[in-house]
């Protein structure tokens, strides 16, 4: 591992004119807003939150943005990169009034960032590294990966490390790096510190084709699982990098041009290897501690499979199946949805194929639909369980509208809020109170409620 210095950038203030210490939107989304006030009209006498003569969904603040900058939303900050002429600048906006927190400078562009759950840590990813990748089916295709990863202390930007590889997962105070050779296999894997970088453990592997790790907080044990091109899979220990087992199992050589291959999953004490060929998928079960077969199932369909709660769900893109994760048995099954996403707390979040897709609260234990499954947009993640989420859609006429909705968690309920100005292609992160979007060359951060 190279662990590199950073340089920093001092001064304070925000970039750009000061926003409107009330909260007013600027001139040109005041223009935006008497186009569509029609329109909005009947929504945005949705819902009581927002004080009188106040609408539920208004502007804060806003920074300068472009099409080659990146930003994320954590613990109440948003984190913007920008492009400047020797490299880049991160800076740290407080997500409700805008005050700027710290700016440093960075290098190179980010592919990705992000900030950890655990440790307070904001890690971003280098500029992405093209890999060209042949497969058995005689397709080619450019891989994508970063080779080097950087850490700032997400309350200060006080530069932490920054080493070489590309980031596999992040578990408790420790980060997994991997090193790929030129046909894009990992071929080694190195733990270290997340807040100091050090190094935990080294370990050259087999060039793996796949390789697995648990989520964050799981109730599994903490193991890594890689598998080579013909079906070779080894566990190891993610404390110490110790090989455990190996065996080898049914596999399907990744074939893109066709839509084949073999995917890994762990999922509490499981492995699960689901592999698609021109009939179908099939997913076998494997007991992480001993690679003994438990059980197997199959769709007529190419199938994805992950861990929701109590159960397992098989999206094949058409119908999301609950599967009792001990048996492999049919729990429940929902027709029409393209797949799910767990919310923790025993519910599920169904979503169609459409355009902008219909999302619906389920039950997890039974697959019973709450509420009446009338939310319409693409999901915005909050970084916190909050009984809510917002939802965005791109809204037709008059363009360069996206219209926001809140989805109760508990109730299924989705109530349209109002709208915000975005750019084409809708490049929006926040919370379930505070929306920050690219509008043009603007990152306009909005209220909500």
């Known amino acids: 591992m190279t662990v590199i210095e950073l340089g920093d950038v001092s001064g304070t203030g925000r970039d750009g004119p000061e926003p409107d210490p009330a909260g007013r939107p600027a001139p040109r989304s005041i223009r935006r807003r008497l186009a569509v006030a029609v329109a909005l009209a009947g929504v945005l006498l ?26 994320t939303v954590r613990n109440g900050t948003v984190y913007v990169q920008k492009a400047t002429t020797d490299g880049s600048v991160m800076t740290a906006y407080d997500l409700v009034t805008g005050d700027r927190r710290w700016k440093r400078a960075t290098t190179g562009q980010a592919s990705w960032m992000a900030v950890t759950g655990a440790g307070g840590v904001l890690l971003i990813a280098g500029a992405p590294v093209s890999t060209n990748v042949s497969y058995g089916d005689g397709s080619l295709a450019v891989q994508l990966s970063a080779s080097e990863l950087t850490a700032l202390d997400e309350a200060t930007g006080e530069p932490l490390w920054r080493a070489e590889g590309e980031m596999q997962a992040v578990s408790g105070d420790t980060v997994l790096l991997g090193d790929q050779d030129e046909a894009g296999h990992l071929t080694a894997l190195r733990s270290i510190g997340l807040r100091t970088g050090s190094p935990r453990w080294e370990r050259r592997i087999t060039p793996a084709e796949v390789i697995a790790t648990p989520d964050d907080g799981g109730d599994g044990p903490e193991r890594i699982v890689t598998a080579t091109a013909d079906g070779r899979v080894t566990v190891f220990d993610a404390v110490d990098g110790t090989p455990l087992l190996a065996r080898r199992v049914s596999w399907i050589e990744r074939q893109p041009g066709e839509g084949l291959g073999t995917i890994l999953r762990i999922a509490g004490d499981k492995l699960l290897v689901t592999r698609t060929d021109r009939r179908g998928g099939t997913i076998t079960a494997y007991r992480l501690d001993t690679l003994d077969e438990l059980w197997n199932t199959s769709a007529n369909r190419q199938a994805v499979v992950q861990p929701c709660g109590p159960v397992l769900c098989l999206s094949n893109g058409g119908e999301v199946d609950g599967i009792d994760p001990a048996t492999g048995a049919l729990r429940w099954r929902g027709a029409g949805w393209a797949g799910a996403e767990s919310l923790g707390g025993g519910r599920l979040l169904a979503y169609d194929n459409g355009q902008e897709p219909h999302q619906t609260l389920l039950d997890a234990a039974t697959g019973r639909p709450i509420g009446a499954g009338d939310g319409v947009g693409y999901p915005i993640w909050p970084d916190a369980a909050t009984g809510a989420l917002l939802l965005v859609r791109a809204l037709a006429e008059p363009g360069g509208r996206t219209v926001v909705t809140r989805l109760d968690l508990t109730t299924g309920r989705a109530d349209p809020m109002g709208t915000v100005g975005t750019a084409e292609g809708i490049n929006c992160r926040g919370t379930d109170r505070y929306l920050a979007c690219q509008d043009d060359d603007r990152l306009i951060v909005t209220a909500v409620g």
């Open 46 to 71: 949705l819902g009581a939150a927002a004080p009188p003569g106040v609408p539920l969904v208004h502007e804060l603040w806003w920074a300068p943005f472009d099409d080659e900058s990146s930003m």
